[in-house]
Nanobody, 126 residues
Framework: VQLQASGGGLVQAGSSLRLSCASS????????IGWFHQAPEQEHEFVAV????????FYADSVKGRFTVSRDAAKDTVYLQMNGLKSEDTAVYYC????????????????????WGQGTLVTVSS
């Protein structure tokens, strides 16, 4: 399975972007799809996650109320709607799958996610 993130770009502070994460293969009901971002010389930082079966979501405090993660099961695609962008949101954004054969609690740890796609760069100018 390959994941492909897209939709990044250069925007001004306060603007919106919608990122997409398309999977080349199936996503299963107990899987979680997470979004992380990575600024230069920093580790992957958790942004948001969605449960594939029920569409339940969990967000980092830094994006709560500004970002929304959603899924389109028919397209095996996850979206990250980013509103009210700030300069500190500037980073490469990655999507990743956490595979599981059973229902599991959400995790914000990048190490829990098994499959990663190439990132898409988001640059927010102030």
């Amino acid at each position: 399975v390959q994941l492909q993130a897209s939709g990044g770009g250069l925007v001004q502070a306060g603007s919106s972007l919608r990122l997409s994460c398309a999977s080349s293969g199936p996503i299963f009901s107990n899987d979680h799809i997470g979004w992380f971002h990575q600024a230069p010389e920093q580790e992957h930082e958790f942004v948001a996650v969605i449960n594939w079966r029920a569409g339940k979501t969990f967000y980092a405090d830094s994006v709560k109320g500004r970002f929304t993660v959603s899924r389109d099961a028919a397209k095996d695609t996850v979206y990250l709607q980013m509103n009210g962008l700030k300069s500190e949101d500037t980073a490469v954004y990655y999507c990743a799958i956490r595979r599981s054969d059973r229902a599991t609690p959400f995790s914000s740890f990048a190490s829990y996610f098994n499959e990663w796609g190439q990132g898409t760069l988001v640059t927010v100018s102030s």
